[in-house]
Structures are given as structure tokens and as C-alpha cells.
């Protein structure tokens, strides 16, 4: 009987291990390729994916038989979006929902958020802050439609800091009391120490997180933070610097002043978050330096979550009017610049999250804009190094790289304002080598 049962076990396993050993083809024929890094598209071709990879890329390119074929039609493929700076938990609810909502109801929320982010072509987000572990392992194990998600994990603050939602009658704080409810779900943690820093920083890389998020001044959507204000001292940033790149990763701040984004940089912070109020000088730095800047098209006429007049309300006019300085000092300085949304609290908000990326139009070429959104983001992604949660190589079209790629109705460099309509323009989106939109027959 045991003998019997083992056997069957074994035959289970082998053919499990026969179908893992001649994985899925699908051959996009006849396609004009943007590979994330040129300036033009190539030539009609054909691009085979096998298993979760790009096999190969020619014109003569043979599919094994039962391949699943695609006729481009001489649509263009390119590499999927990439968001480097998203909020997966945080998108659809409110602040208040967030925070002190069931835990369950955000996640399920924030699942149908993960599918339509999917859905307008990112396959790939860095999270900078966000319970996001759970729903992460569920989109892995294919539970959930998403994009692959790159964690931070709880922002990292100091009392009164960025990310600080508590009250004053959460005042003082006190060891016998237990931890405010942002910081029992995972959203921010306040450290005021270097010893409570270490303490934070490696909570989050024991839960997963792929890259540390600090706040190194104050914030926008923040109660507690106004703008100016500097946060970390430089020796609580030193001390989240050596965990992390303990841990074979790095550091990125929240910072929009001249004297955060200096201070962060002192201490060994590789990616400095937004910088929308940085003088010349802080940018020549960043430049030398070669520090990252992971930043967003903050503009005047899309609409605002927050009420007019309110402190955040305010604190948003500030940054949008730096902006177009930030995008200027950018080009002046060559800084390593990748592209983010950083959308917060709004679902419409959300929708607009390509329309956004079109929008860099006013200070780069379209490809240049698509760049940044594909193969600068993967760039930025591959920092995370070992504790990158994915292997292989991302935001290019390219023999070896995984299998994120949209079919895209006409030439996205040509027109770009194509990428603000996903819905209709983007005809097929893979992630890892699947399909999860094929508008194809649809004429
Ligand atoms: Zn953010």
C-alpha cells in the first residue's frame, strides 16, 4: 500500500518535472521592437518568449510546434512600464480607511487596484511604503492579478515626521502603551533613535523588503511634517544605511529640500525620493555623486486629493511649482533620473498613472520618456541586487531578460499619447511569460 502510494507520488512528481522541462512558447510575429533603450523602433521581426524569458529575437525565428502565435501585424512590442515610485495599499482607500479600516477590506481593495495597475501596462512597481508583503505573495502564487511588487515595507519616520499619522492624544509616547495602529499594520514605523532605526530597518528586511524607505523631511500628505522641516539626524540615516547594505541592499528617502537631500546623501543614501524643491547646487551634487533621483511629473492641472486651503493642499502647490525647475536641473546635471507616480488616496488619480508618463513629454523626447519608464527603472529595480524578489533582468526587449512585454496598437515614440488609453492601445500585456490581455481578435 505505502509502496503503492509512493510510487504514484513519484509519478506526480516527474510529471510535474515534464512539463517544467518544456515550458510554453509564445512567437509575437511580424512586430516592430522599442527594446526600452533606442530611439527608434526596429525593423519588422519576431520575439519568442519561452517559459518566462525572451528566447530569441529574428526574423527567421522557429517556435516549437504548439506555440502559441501572435501576429502583430506590425504593432510595436516593448518592454512592460515600470512605476518606481507606487503605493500599492494606498491607492484606492482613503487615509482614514487605511489606517483604521479592516486590514482585510484594504487588501481586497487594494487587489482590484493591482489588476488594473496591471491592466495599463506596469507590470513592474517599486513600493516605497505600504503593507504590501500579503498582497505581494498573493499576485506571486497567481492568486491575484498584479504587477510584480518591489517592497519597502513601513516607511520609516520620526515622531512628527512624514508618514506619522498619529494624534496628539496619541501624546506622549510611552513603552507601556502598545504601538499606534499604523504602526501594528505595517503602514510607518516611528524611530527616534539610531539603535530604533537599526531596530525598524531590519524588521522590514526580515518581512521581505526589497529596498528601505526613510522619510528625511517632511511630506505633503503628512498631518504633522511641514515642508522645510529636516527629520533623521545624520546618524539615524548612517545607522538605516549600514543595516541595509548589511543586508545587500539600500536606502531610499522622502526628501524635497536642499538640506534633506545633502544630508541623506552624506550618510550614504543611494535614491533620493521626489526632490522638487532642490536648489542647482544640490543637484550638481546629486550629479556628482551619481545618486538616484526617483521623482515624479507633479502638475498644476491634475486634480488634487486634497481640500483647497488645507496645509496639504498647500504643501502640493509648493511641489508642483518646483516641477519644472527639478526636470530642468535634471538636464543640466545628467542626474540618473527614473520615473514614478506616486499616486495616493485616488482611484481616478490612478487611471491617469500612463497618461503621466506621456506627460514627461514636456521636458524629454517621447523616447526618452519611454526609457526612463523601462529600462532606467530596471536599472534602479537591479540596485536591490540579491533582494531583488525577481531574478533576471527588466524594462528591455532582449535574449535572456523576463517576459514583460505590451503589444502596442501603432508606434508609441511617434505618438506617445497612444499610452494614455491602455484600454484600447495596449493589445496584449505578458508578465513572466503569461498573458493576461489578448484584445487581438477583438477588431
Ligand atoms: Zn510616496
Redesign the pocket.
Known sequence: MLKSMIAAALAMLMAGTAAAQAPAEVLFRNVQVFDGKSDRLTAPTSVLVRGNRIAAIGSAVPAAPGATILDGEGRTLMPGLIDA?W?TILIRPTPEQAIFGDVGFTNLVAGAEARATLMRGFTSVRD??GPSFGLKQAIDSGVVDGPRIWPSGAMITVTSGHGDFRKASDLPRDGSRPLSRMEQIGGAMVADSPDAVRQRVREQLMLGASQIKLTAGGGVASPHSPLDVSTFTPEELKAAVDAASNWGTYVAV?AYTPTAVRRAIDAGVKVI?HAHLIDDATARYMGEKGVWLSTQPFLAEEASPFQPGSSQYLKEQAVVAGTDVLYGLVRKYRIKTAFGT?I?FSESQARRQAALLAAMTRWFTPAEALRMATSTNGELLALSGLRSPYEGKLGVVEEGALADLLLVEGDPIGNIRLIEDPERNFRVIMKDGRIYKNSLQDR
Do not use: A, F, S, V
Open positions: 515610485h503605493h516605497l511604503g522622502h525620493e506616486d495616493l
